[in-house]
């Protein structure tokens, strides 16, 4: 009978820095993307990318309509120069909503306006 080596590790689990996390994150709720390939191609369970998610938008919900400037997930796009409208009467951020609608906020929105608008969108 031949003799067997047995090799093990005291830690099993795999540590994930954040910026993978973030990288990880971010390419499973990128529009388009799936959340279940994603996890896949980087060896991780569903349910830890939406742990992770849930970790991180816990994190940075403002406590109140001031405290507002936490970070948060958002993609953005630049699309072209908007010559044709004067600063006063653009909005400041636009937001694209499934089915073709839209949000604007325009830069004399009030503080708390906009984070109950930010709030209702999640």
Known sequence: ????????????????????????????????????????????????ICTWRRKLCEASEPDSPEASGNAGFAESRIIGNRDDVSAEHAPAMVIDLAGGRRVSIFPSASPALVAAARKALR
């Open 1 to 48: 009978m031949g003799l067997v080596a047995v090799y093990f590790s005291v830690e099993s689990r795999r540590r994930w820095s954040d910026e993978e996390r973030l990288q990880i994150i971010g390419a499973a709720f990128s529009p388009g993307a799936c959340v279940s390939q994603v996890a896949r191609r980087n060896d991780v369970f569903t349910v830890l």
